[in-house]
């Protein structure tokens, strides 16, 4: 069974999850901080909010539902939730990166169990999740929930011409079994999305597409929670949500700023950056 945690226990736990990321690429002195931070919110709804279905004592369950990371630099944050389930131990932690390590720069499914894919090429992870959901509905018996798929992708990643053919693709063939996430904190390693190559009106673009499409805040599991329970029981096409994101949200000299995507803080930055942190779990633990 999956784990069902309150809205507080959630925002508690994503917390803890933006401090192993710093704690991670700190000690491994590169990674991508940035992108790991603004969808940490994302994964911690799907994990701890009872909306995903997968077995916590087994991330091999062969029920479960799959969750594909395409914008796979973020490795880190989803081995900082691997971390808070016990399938990534204490002292792995700083091994990030390291030759022969379980935790890669970029996912290994070959390396650590839980990873479904082996992304961070960056544009694939769509398509592939678009074809374990068709595969999963010709699969489920009659009357049986299907497998659901859910999909993290970048914004800066929509830029990859495959990612619009897995866009056409999955309502063509009716997929309300997927659930795509678009991280949209509007920044790429070569600066504003919107400048480098903008997605324009992208709800208007995924709606054209046939998608069917909710737009929210990606840091308020609350909304998270309502917008995937709302994509679970709508069966007429897939779902994308666009989550508004803040790149390095949580660690103020990160925020919104572009260098951060692919750079590891020093020491000085790494105390700072916990210390942020650290105030914002106070705040949390206040509002309880």
């Not at 507080?8 to 999850?17: F, G, T, V």
């Not at 800066?156 to 659930?179: C, I, K, R, V």
């Not at 660690?251 to 020491?267: L, Q």
Request: net charge negative.
């Amino acid at each position: 069974m999956s784990i069902t945690k309150t809205t507080h226990e959630a925002r508690l736990i994503a917390n803890s999850m933006r401090h192993d990321i710093i704690t991670m690429v700190s000690k491994a002195k590169s990674g991508h901080p940035g992108g790991s931070l603004s969808c940490t919110d994302i994964l911690a709804t799907l994990f701890f909010t009872g909306v995903m279905s997968y077995d916590e004592n087994d991330p091999s369950s062969p029920e479960r539902d799959l969750l594909i990371i395409s914008k796979g630099h973020a490795a880190p944050a989803l081995y900082a939730a691997f971390h808070q389930l016990g399938w990534v131990r204490d002292d792995e932690l700083g091994t990030l990166r390291q030759l022969g390590t379980r935790l890669q720069g970029h996912p290994d499914r070959n390396a650590l169990p839980g990873v479904e894919v082996c992304s961070g090429s960056l544009g694939q992870g769509l398509s592939i999740a678009a074809g374990a959901a068709l595969g999963f509905l010709a699969d489920a018996p009659e009357g049986v929930r299907p497998r659901h798929v859910f999909c993290v992708c970048g914004d800066g990643e929509m830029q990859e011409g495959s990612n619009w053919e897995a866009l056409m693709f999955a309502p063509n063939h009716g997929l309300s079994n997927l659930t795509m996430f678009l991280d949209l904190n509007n920044l790429q390693i070569d600066g504003d999305v919107r400048k480098v190559n903008s997605l324009g009106d992208v709800d208007a673009k995924l709606a054209a597409f046939g998608w069917h499409v909710i737009h929210t805040d990606g840091h308020d599991i609350e909304r998270l929670h309502a917008a995937v329970e709302d994509a679970l029981a709508f069966s007429a096409a897939p779902t994308a949500i666009v989550c508004d994101t803040v790149k390095g949200k949580g660690v103020s000299f990160m925020e919104n700023e572009a260098g951060w995507h692919g750079k590891a803080p020093n020491e000085e930055e790494t105390a700072l950056a916990l210390a942020d942190l650290d105030a914002e779990r106070v705040q949390i633990e206040k509002e309880a």
